[in-house]
């Protein structure tokens, strides 16, 4: 079955610095890549996701990157803010797992003032 | 709040006891899941719902937990004989799948969670 490696498990980065978390699948049919972002005691929030057919995506402050062919993806945040201080999971689902998402195992980011 | 809702958001009970959740999905979802949440874990799934049917239980799913959705709204997960190892953050989440299974995959939307210990 599908399985999604995360690294690294912390990160602290300077405010204003960017953030770079990676991930990697085994299932090289999985083609859609979720990223949620979870707040200390709060549900898991969807901030960006990839599908196969593109290789990056961006929205505002946040962008992810997708190497189909090493099975790996990156969340990027640039310029980061306090608030960006949570945990942040990737995932991953084939269209042909009934619609299962499996997830990393989260980065804890923290955000120096 | 119009998102996905859950009751209890926190459950304490004594080992060998029966709990059960309640998950209220976005209105008009139609699919509907159950992950489970241990600390510093991501979340693992657990089973998903297509209307009232149930397609898939993970293996993670021993015969005590039991799950339903009886007319394809809300949902219930009760676990049965609870066992210490059974303390976790249980998630739902629901979506609209809008096209037939082997398509692209929607967006889950996630609850805020039942936190359950099991003393």
């Known amino acids: 079955g599908e399985n999604v490696e995360q690294h690294p498990s912390t990160l602290s980065v300077q405010e204003g610095d960017s953030a770079v978390i990676k991930c990697t699948y085994s299932d090289s049919a999985s083609n859609y890549f979720p990223w949620y972002k979870q707040e200390l005691g709060k549900r898991p929030q969807l901030i960006i996701d990839i599908r196969s057919n593109v290789g990056e995506k961006k929205d505002q402050r946040i962008a992810v990157t997708l190497n189909k062919t090493a099975k790996h993806f990156s969340l990027h945040i640039t310029e980061t803010q306090p608030e960006d201080s949570a945990v942040y999971f990737c995932?991953?689902?084939?269209?042909?797992?009934?619609?299962?998402?499996?997830f990393g195992s989260g980065t804890r980011l923290s955000i120096r003032p | 709040d119009t998102g996905v809702s859950q009751d209890p958001r926190h459950k304490i009970t004594k080992r060998g006891q029966n709990v059960t959740f309640r998950c209220d999905p976005i209105s008009e979802h139609n699919r509907l899941y159950w992950y489970r949440q241990t600390l510093g874990q991501g979340p693992e799934f657990l089973t998903y719902?297509?209307?009232?049917?149930?397609?898939?239980k993970s293996r993670l799913l021993s015969d005590r937990f039991s799950a339903e959705r009886p007319k394809g709204s809300f949902s219930t997960l009760e676990i049965q004989r609870t066992e210490q190892g059974d303390s976790a953050m249980y998630l739902c989440?629901?979506?609209?799948?809008?096209?037939?299974?082997?398509?692209?995959?929607?967006?889950?939307?996630f609850g805020p969670g039942t936190r359950l210990l099991v003393l």
């Open positions: 719902f297509q209307n009232e049917a149930q397609l898939e």
């Open positions: 989440a629901s979506s609209l799948a809008r096209s037939a299974r082997g398509t692209p995959q929607e967006t889950q939307y």
């Open positions: 995932a991953a689902s084939t269209s042909s797992s009934a619609s299962k998402i499996i």
